[in-house]
């Protein structure tokens, strides 16, 4: 059985831990009320923005719209969004495993061949994919330390420019969607080309009238709704990195205390058998005399 100072050691470390996870939580607490303002006011105007996309690009054919140009996939570009940081629990883990079953079930030959291309945006992306077997672009690895529309518009032209010259054929995202404090879905959304499937296009009206005229709002709207779409992306992923953390010290820190009532034990077991062993030693010593 340990000594008394070794159990006092250990309660001592995990009081501490305990204090660092519930500072830890209170801080993604925080965090998190930001973050998820931010994605809730952006949902209703990307969504909308999103659905005028897909109708106005039905409308048009990949001559006045390179991004609806569906080809051949020989080359696609994956944006892996993670987290800058761990402690979130399954947060970062389950962006790598479901970039992985995307490669395996969808782009498993382009993969052999050396055409695909993943996009991190995150530290843990970066690193995690960095040191694999994989072709990386490590320009925007750290963006989250900046994260703002400009950033993330670069980001977005960048997939958009190497789609309209035809360096990829196709581009996908794949990130975690915030739900709430608790759960987070993994998301795969194709970001190019353009495309909706038949339930969306029976919805969407296309009957659209341009004004000032085609080629303008084409050329503008389209490509900022891209932007637009890749933002919200980072939002939800941030927001869910918040979440997947605040609930994951949490656990900890209930986990701290689960152990502090189990070290308590023994510390006042050890200690009983301590004074019992002195109690003993007194009277043997006290019958010797006698």
């Given at each position: 059985?340990a000594?008394?100072k070794?159990v006092k050691t250990r309660?001592?470390?995990?009081?501490?831990?305990?204090?660092?996870?519930?500072?830890?939580k209170?801080?993604?607490?925080?965090k998190?009320r930001?973050?998820?303002?931010?994605?809730?006011?952006?949902?209703?105007?990307a969504?909308k923005?999103?659905?005028?996309l897909?109708g106005?690009?039905?409308?048009l054919?990949?001559?006045e719209n390179?991004f609806?140009?569906?080809?051949?996939?020989?080359?696609?570009l994956?944006?892996?969004?993670?987290?800058?940081?761990?402690?979130c629990?399954?947060?970062?883990?389950?962006?790598?495993?479901a970039?992985?079953?995307?490669?395996?079930?969808?782009?498993?030959n382009q993969?052999?061949e050396?055409?695909?291309?993943?996009?991190?945006?995150?530290?843990?992306?970066?690193d995690?994919f960095s040191k694999?077997?994989?072709?990386?672009?490590?320009?925007?690895?750290?963006l989250f330390?900046k994260?703002?529309?400009?950033?993330a518009m670069?980001?977005a032209?960048?997939?958009?420019?190497g789609?309209?010259n035809k360096k990829?054929d196709?581009?996908e995202?794949?990130?975690?969607?915030?739900?709430?404090v608790?759960?987070?879905?993994?998301c795969?959304?194709?970001?190019l080309?353009?495309?909706?499937?038949e339930?969306?296009?029976?919805s969407?009206?296309?009957?659209?009238i341009?004004q000032?005229?085609?080629d303008?709002?084409v050329?503008?709207?389209?490509?900022?709704?891209l932007?637009?779409?890749?933002?919200?992306a980072?939002?939800?992923?941030?927001a869910?990195?918040?979440g997947?953390?605040?609930t994951?010290?949490?656990?900890?820190?209930d986990?701290?205390?689960?152990?502090?009532?189990e070290l308590?034990?023994?510390y006042?077991q050890?200690?009983q058998?301590?004074i019992?062993?002195?109690?003993?030693?007194?009277?043997?010593?006290?019958?010797?005399?006698?």
């Amino acid at each position: 059985m340990a000594n008394l100072k070794e159990v006092k050691t250990r309660i001592s470390s995990v009081q501490s831990t305990q204090q660092i996870t519930k500072a830890m939580k209170m801080v993604a607490a925080a965090k998190l009320r930001r973050a998820q303002d931010s994605i809730i006011q952006m949902r209703p105007y990307a969504q909308k923005l999103d659905s005028i996309l897909v109708g106005v690009s039905a409308s048009l054919d990949t001559e006045e719209n390179v991004f609806s140009e569906e080809r051949e996939v020989n080359s696609v570009l994956i944006i892996a969004i993670t987290s800058d940081r761990g402690l979130c629990g399954p947060f970062n883990s389950n962006v790598f495993k479901a970039t992985n079953a995307l490669i395996a079930d969808k782009y498993a030959n382009q993969f052999k061949e050396g055409g695909v291309t993943i996009l991190p945006i995150g530290k843990k992306a970066l690193d995690y994919f960095s040191k694999r077997d994989f072709i990386v672009e490590k320009k925007f690895g750290e963006l989250f330390g900046k994260l703002s529309f400009g950033e993330a518009m670069k980001a977005a032209e960048f997939a958009m420019k190497g789609f309209e010259n035809k360096k990829f054929d196709a581009v996908e995202i794949v990130y975690n969607e915030f739900k709430n404090v608790a759960t987070q879905i993994m998301c795969t959304d194709q970001f190019l080309p353009i495309v909706s499937n038949e339930e969306e296009g029976s919805s969407v009206n296309n009957d659209y009238i341009y004004q000032p005229n085609q080629d303008t709002l084409v050329e503008h709207l389209i490509p900022t709704s891209l932007r637009i779409k890749l933002y919200k992306a980072l939002l939800e992923s941030n927001a869910s990195e918040h979440g997947a953390r605040m609930t994951a010290m949490d656990k900890a820190t209930d986990n701290a205390g689960d152990l502090l009532k189990e070290l308590k034990l023994k510390y006042n077991q050890t200690r009983q058998a301590a004074i019992t062993n002195e109690i003993l030693e007194i009277v043997a010593g006290a019958e010797a005399l006698g």
